[in-house]
T-cell receptor, first 117, second 113 residues
Framework: GENVEQHPSTLSVQEGDSAVIKCTYSDSASNYFPWYKQELGKRPQLIIDIRSNVGEKKDQRIAVTLNKTAKHFSLHITETQPEDSAVYFCAASIEGWVTGGGNKLTFGTGTQLKVEL | EAQVTQNPRYLITVTGKKLTVTCSQNMNHEYMSWYRQDPGLGLRQIYYSMNVEVTDKGDVPEGYKVSRKEKRNFPLILESPSPNQTSLYFC????????????FGPGTRLTVL
């Protein structure tokens, strides 16, 4: 089955700096890679996702890059703000129910991002 | 409002006392699943359902049961809870086989003493 590794587990940056979180996956058939943000005591919220037919996607201060050959993808947050402080999870899955697992997401173990003033 | 709901949100129970955590979605989604979240381990899938009466095991199904008698509901059943099932549980739903975007419920914090 799919295995997703995420690094670093904790990340501390100064407000205004950039933050980068990296994930690798094992199943070359995976084609959907979402990123979730989870604030303390809240549910995971989708912040951006990328599919394997593109190499990069950007939404304001957030961007995700995908390297299918190397099987890794990264989340980039620019001009970080205190409200960016949260736990971020990457995930990988195969869309289209081509396998028996349906829409299963395999998650990384999370990165605690702290943006300091 | 389109949403996934879970009840209860918090539960403290004792070993061996059967419990059910309910999950309901009002978006007519086909696919529903349960995850547990533990520190340092991320979210791990317990069970999933691809439609009514179709359920299957995820990565950590031991000690859990589910049912899908109606499209909107997907309860998680712990027949004989044990302390190692103390965790934060999330239900999630996905609209169709075309998209894997998952919508999460608010979570249920379970403590088994």
């Amino acid at each position: 089955g799919e295995n997703v590794e995420q690094h670093p587990s904790t990340l501390s940056v100064q407000e205004g700096d950039s933050a980068v979180i990296k994930c690798t996956y094992s199943d070359s058939a995976s084609n959907y890679f979402p990123w979730y943000k989870q604030e303390l005591g809240k549910r995971p919220q989708l912040i951006i996702d990328i599919r394997s037919n593109v190499g990069e996607k950007k939404d304001q201060r957030i961007a995700v890059t995908l390297n299918k050959t190397a099987k890794h993808f990264s989340l980039h947050i620019t001009e970080t703000q205190p409200e960016d402080s949260a736990v971020y999870f990457c995930a990988a899955s195969i869309e289209g129910w081509v396998t028996g697992g349906g829409n299963k997401l395999t998650f990384g173990t999370g990165t605690q991002l702290k943006v300091e003033l | 409002e389109a949403q996934v709901t879970q009840n209860p949100r918090y539960l403290i129970t004792v070993t061996g006392k059967k419990l059910t955590v309910t999950c309901s979605q009002n978006m007519n989604h086909e696919y529903m699943s349960w995850y547990r979240q533990d520190p340092g381990l991320g979210l791990r899938q317990i069970y999933y359902s691809m439609n009514v009466e179709v359920t299957d095991k995820g990565d950590v199904p031991e000690g859990y049961k589910v049912s899908r008698k109606e499209k909107r509901n997907f309860p998680l059943i712990l027949e004989s809870p044990s302390p190692n099932q103390t965790s934060l549980y999330f239900c999630a739903s996905t609209p169709s086989r075309v998209s894997n975007e998952q919508f999460f419920g608010p979570g249920t914090r379970l403590t088994v003493l």
